[in-house]
């Protein structure tokens, strides 16, 4: 059904090895980074999903070419970063054995004899923005990512140091906590009446409204609402409005109106409390082991260049669009 399909691409998202080759004339290679062609459909399954997360159906929103340049720079590390996955499995002498791939094939046959219809299947896919290539190479890089992870981050390896001496004398340096009032853009929803409820809302924090209370009664991120401790988190954890106003505001402060891709934040920094942190040290641990794991990838991801193809320049993608309206002006 539709639903195994969504359980298996939501450990997928944001994270993508061969299920395939590529390169014909119906999947060409838009671009090549590190040396490695990236076919049409693994390019069109992060843009497209990454462009409806951020324009949620208003094309008009890609009128700004600072939105443009934004949803540009985030597939790009996307596929960058999955290149990283690949090369540092390579260095580390990581690979998948048979018998995880047999698994993975099996995953995506069941999967396909689950719906009624095979036509439905390809429906499912195509909702997605995935290829049945695609969603068997995603499956692939998920465990060899896991994979990965798992070796870097063992105590046994000694790659990264998360002893109880690290961990505590890098919390206050670079660890933050913070909570905030969400008013979510849901489906549905008309982006610029959430925004004045937003203003409303922080009009009346300014006037000494209570935060804790105006939180529970309007926000709409369950992980906060009755929850006084907010989010505790690191680098790489929180989407980037959200960390950057964090990191830009002093103890105790409030933030203005934050727009995200998920609505609308009122955020407010919170001081790191010791019994908070002596209790949750695992939490912790896991936290900063992935952002020094994650740090790693991201500078393997930024050292590779990546070389258009006409293949992507004749996309009909909001940046070409751009870039083709400057020429002619």
């Known amino acids: 059904m539709k639903k195994q399909l969504c359980l298996l691409l939501a450990v997928l998202i944001g994270v993508t090895v ?29 843009y497209y999903n990454s462009k409806a997360d951020y324009d949620r159906g ?50 995506v046959n069941k999967t396909k004899e689950s719906y009624a219809d095979v036509s439905e299947f390809y429906n499912s896919l195509d909702s997605n923005h995935m290829s049945e290539r695609m969603f068997g190479q995603m499956l692939e890089l998920n465990q060899l990512w896991r994979l990965l992870y798992e070796h870097v981050t063992n105590e046994a390896s000694g790659i990264i140091h998360a002893d109880d001496a690290t961990l505590l004398a890098d919390i206050p340096k670079n660890f933050y906590r913070a909570t905030h009032i969400l008013i979510m853009n849901d489906e549905g929803d008309v982006p610029s009446v959430n925004r004045v409820l937003a203003e409303k809302l922080l009009g009346q924090l300014k006037d ?7 939180k529970d009664q309007y926000g709409e991120d369950t992980g906060v609402k009755g929850n006084p401790d907010g989010y505790y988190f690191t680098e790489g954890q929180m989407i980037k409005s959200f960390g950057d106003t964090v990191k830009s505001l002093g103890i105790g402060e409030t933030s203005g109106v934050v727009e995200s891709q998920y609505g609308y934040h009122i955020i407010r920094r919170l001081p790191l409390e010791d019994v908070y942190i002596n209790t949750h040290l695992e939490e912790l641990r896991e936290a900063y082991m992935a952002r020094i794991f994650n740090e790693e990838l991201k500078a393997d991801a930024e050292s590779y260049n990546a070389e258009y193809t006409d293949a992507y320049r004749a996309l009909e993608i909001p940046s070409n669009k751009l870039s083709n309206s400057d020429e002619t002006t």
């Not at 061969?18 to 390019?43: H, R």
């Not at 409204?209 to 105006?214: I, M, Q, R, T």
């Open 18 to 46: 061969c299920f395939g080759c590529s390169g014909n004339t119906d999947n060409p290679t838009v671009m090549v980074i590190g040396g490695e062609k990236i076919a049409l459909d693994e390019f069109n399954y992060f």
């Open 58 to 107: 208003d094309e008009s929103y890609w009128n700004d070419p600072a939105h443009v340049k934004a949803l540009d720079d985030e597939v790009l590390f996307a596929l960058r970063r999955n290149h990283a996955i690949k090369e540092q499995a390579k260095k580390y002498k990581i690979s998948l054995s048979s018998d995880v791939k047999n698994s993975i094939e099996n995953a």
């Open 208 to 214: 000494g409204g209570d935060f804790e209370a105006l």
